[in-house]
């Protein structure tokens, strides 16, 4: 019902959202909350739907990418690892391809490769960008993304395989639903696999088009707007400081 409630508020035109906005504030305020990362869809407006269109090939973009911005499915940007925050190239889970079915296995080998903090992934994603280790043949090709659900769009339990929740609150942030995830040997289509920059046949052979750093990007990305948003925080705490010390005394007037 909620995921219905979010969904009523993103039209398909620009236009149509500032007409409904100019009439009601408080939705325009809950909106800009929720795409600023505070609400269940900030994260999936930003990183998700980024990662979907920057690193899919046209055929997946076209699968994929209507169903993120009509928010049929919500997402999540499955990266950071309990042990392993922005060392990437460190990152433990495992999606080894299994060439007998097509399929690709995603795991969770240790307890450090457990994802953690990513947001909106502890109570409201539907699907997960997976950034994992590519396994082919025992050959390591490094880390590629995935895309995974990890729960129903019947009943949101979780898939087969799948253990995730939220960590906890979150000093000065507690809207925001950070979450953990691990994989059980989670079977996916070999076509889930983002394949623009790295692409896998069926037959396990790897190709490289273009430069794979620009998987990087979504997390350069994000951090950007972490920036640019800072002032959003900063503001209401100055405006306490100054307020403060306008009024503030601290020591007696002497008199003449």
């Not at 990437?88 to 795991?107: G, M, P, R």
């Not at 950070?178 to 623009?196: A, E, S, Y």
Request: hydrophobic share 35%; with cysteine.
């Amino acid at each position: 019902m909620w995921m219905k409630k979010v969904n009523h508020m993103y039209f398909k035109s620009k236009e149509s959202r500032e007409m409904y906005f100019h009439k009601r504030p408080t939705v325009y305020g809950f909106w800009m909350h929720s795409y600023h990362g505070q609400g269940p869809t900030g994260l999936h407006q930003t990183m998700f739907n980024q990662s979907v269109e920057q690193f899919s090939t046209e055929e997946q973009k076209k699968h994929w990418l209507p169903k993120a911005l009509n928010l049929d499915i919500l997402g999540c940007y499955a990266q950071t690892e309990l042990g392993h925050g922005s060392n990437v190239a460190s990152l433990e889970t495992t999606a080894t391809l299994d060439k007998k079915t097509d399929e690709f296995v995603i795991h969770s080998p240790t307890i450090t490769s457990t994802k953690f903090w990513p947001g909106d992934m502890g109570r409201y994603c539907s699907h997960a960008l997976v950034m994992a280790r590519l396994i082919i043949d025992d050959n390591d090709y490094g880390v590629a993304p995935f895309l995974v659900q990890i729960r129903s769009l019947k009943d949101h339990k979780w898939q087969k395989g799948i253990k995730c929740g939220d960590i906890g609150p979150k000093f000065g942030y507690h809207g925001k639903d950070n979450g953990w995830l691990t994989f059980d040997h989670v079977r996916i289509p070999r076509d889930n696999m983002l394949q623009k920059f790295i692409s896998v046949a069926k037959d396990g052979e790897v190709g490289i088009q273009g430069d794979v750093r620009v998987l990087y990007s979504t997390m350069i990305m994000i951090r950007t707007i972490i920036i640019a948003n800072s002032k959003m925080t900063l503001a209401p705490a100055l405006t306490i400081a100054l307020r403060y010390s306008a009024v503030r005394r601290q020591f007696r007037n002497i008199s003449g």
